[in-house]
């Protein structure tokens, strides 16, 4: 007896989208993996703060305050 197997185009979308799920999802962990190894023995790099380059000084801050009050 042979049985043929029937594959319509829903099936065939949902086990590609099954297919691209897993592979974006072991890319994903392994990413988040490494860098949680990584961090853990001391090999990360220094991330510079984006806030670093701008320069805003104390006094600024405190015009700006009291401006703000005045209105």
Known sequence: MIHFLYFDPGLGAMIIQAIIAAVA?????????MFKIKSFLGITKNEEDVFDDIDIKDS????????????
């Open 25 to 33: 999802g072991v890319v994903l962990f392994s990413k988040n993996l």
């Open 60 to 71: 600024d801050i405190e015009r700006k305050s009291h401006s703000d009050q005045q209105q």
